[in-house]
């Protein structure tokens, strides 16, 4: 059974993405962020600059020109459709590691008041800047690593007050 995942560029222009169309792309991994691509004779250079897994949402440099790509899949577009979103479909009481990764930046601080979207830490994995971001309104109730720890997949890093 073949997937299917929307893409979405730059809010503008919608792709249908089918797991063939992926395997059957001419691209060479570069380094863990960068890779080289052709298609229909033409040379690429794409780099992911900036990956927000929560969102699906990735920053995508081609050839100097970037683009934000955000990708959803029918589940996505089902809980949409329905006029569930994300920070109300559960509460929320913290934020854990997506992946392993070293802790380059955190930006809030014990007892600060947060919105939905603001961005809590940055967590490089793979040589890319992850923007971990508020996954709702809330206070931030403790904060458990500190600028420069390593950190393993869901490892806790934040916790919201109830």
Same mark, same amino acid.
């Given at each position: 059974?073949?997937?299917?995942?929307?893409?979405?560029?730059? *809010?503008?222009?919608?792709?249908?993405? !089918?797991?063939?169309?992926?395997? *059957?792309?001419?691209? /060479?991994?570069?380094?863990?962020?960068? @890779?080289?691509? /052709? !298609?229909?004779?033409? $040379?690429?250079?794409?780099?992911?600059?900036?990956?927000?897994?929560?969102?699906? $949402?990735?920053? %995508?440099?081609?050839?100097?020109?970037?683009?934000?790509? *955000?990708? $959803?899949?029918? /589940?996505?577009?089902?809980?949409?459709? =329905?006029? @569930?979103? =994300?920070? $109300?479909?559960?509460?929320?009481?913290?934020?854990?590691?997506?992946?392993?990764? /070293?802790?380059?930046? +955190?930006? %809030?601080?014990?007892?600060?008041?947060?919105?939905?979207?603001?961005?809590?830490?940055?967590?490089?994995? =793979?040589?890319?800047? *992850?923007? +971990?971001?508020?996954?709702?309104?809330?206070?931030?109730?403790?904060?458990?690593?500190?600028?420069?720890?390593? %950190?393993?997949?869901?490892?806790?890093? +934040?916790? @919201?007050?109830?």
């Amino acid at each position: 059974m073949s997937k299917t995942f929307k893409a979405s560029v730059n *809010n503008a222009f919608d792709f249908e993405i !089918k797991d063939g169309d992926i395997s *059957n792309l001419d691209a /060479l991994q570069i380094s863990e962020s960068k @890779f080289h691509i /052709l !298609k229909q004779n033409k $040379s690429y250079d794409a780099e992911i600059t900036k990956a927000d897994f929560y969102k699906k $949402s990735y920053d %995508v440099k081609i050839n100097n020109n970037t683009y934000t790509i *955000n990708i $959803s899949n029918k /589940l996505d577009d089902l809980i949409k459709e =329905m006029g @569930f979103a =994300m920070g $109300s479909a559960k509460h929320i009481d913290s934020v854990k590691a997506p992946m392993p990764g /070293l802790i380059l930046e +955190i930006n %809030v601080k014990e007892n600060q008041e947060v919105k939905e979207d603001d961005p809590l830490l940055i967590l490089e994995a =793979m040589k890319m800047e *992850n923007i +971990i971001t508020a996954p709702t309104h809330g206070i931030i109730k403790s904060i458990s690593v500190n600028k420069g720890d390593a %950190v393993e997949k869901n490892q806790l890093l +934040i916790e @919201f007050d109830a």
